[in-house]
């Protein structure tokens, strides 16, 4: 029972402990009512999945958080070195994906590399058009 005791406290500390950022995750309409505020979006998806349409929002920045590969999807390896070509890490960002898994992980890589005001917006693209929200699409070329 004393090993059983020692392992659950060892948990507890290590849960409390750990060094590992906690990602708050927002639902879209929080999401949209932090970047009417000024936040700025992020959208990790590929390049083809945010030219057929994305968040409308000012100055959306489309860095893909995994590339997609003939043997499957692959981390940028420059994401972080893309993200701080345009954001400072005091900025506020709220990041988004297609449906609000990946942008876990971009999150946590973003608060594990200093940035202070992350917020992954849960849901996703997905979400964001699901709610009838503001989407942006290109021009249909003539």
């Known amino acids: 029972t004393w090993i059983i005791l020692f392992c659950e406290i060892l948990l507890i500390f290590l849960y409390f402990f750990s060094s590992e950022p906690d990602v708050v995750?927002?639902?879209?309409?929080?999401?949209?009512d932090l970047l009417r505020s000024g936040h700025r979006y992020i959208d990790v998806r590929a390049v083809e999945d945010f030219n057929i349409g994305h968040v409308d929002v000012?100055?959306?920045?489309?860095?893909p958080y995994l590339f997609n590969t003939p043997q499957g999807r692959v981390k940028n390896p420059q994401f972080?070195?893309?993200?701080?070509?345009?954001?400072?890490?005091?900025?506020?960002?709220?990041?988004?994906?297609?449906?609000?898994?990946?942008?876990?992980y971009a999150s946590r890589?973003?608060?594990?590399?200093?940035?202070?005001?992350?917020?992954?917006?849960?849901?996703?693209?997905?979400?964001?058009?699901?709610?009838?929200?503001?989407?942006?699409?290109?021009?249909?070329?003539l």
Not at 25 to 32: C, G
Not at 112 to 136: C, E, I, P, Q, T
């Open 25 to 32: 995750t927002v639902d879209v309409h929080r999401a949209k």
């Open 58 to 63: 000012e100055n959306p920045l489309n860095i």
């Open 80 to 104: 972080l070195e893309q993200i701080l070509s345009s954001c400072k890490k005091d900025d506020h960002l709220v990041v988004g994906c297609q449906s609000g898994g990946r942008s876990v």
């Open 109 to 141: 890589d973003l608060l594990n590399a200093d940035f202070r005001h992350v917020s992954n917006m849960g849901g996703g693209y997905a979400g964001w058009v699901k709610n009838g929200l503001g989407v942006k699409k290109p021009k249909a070329e």
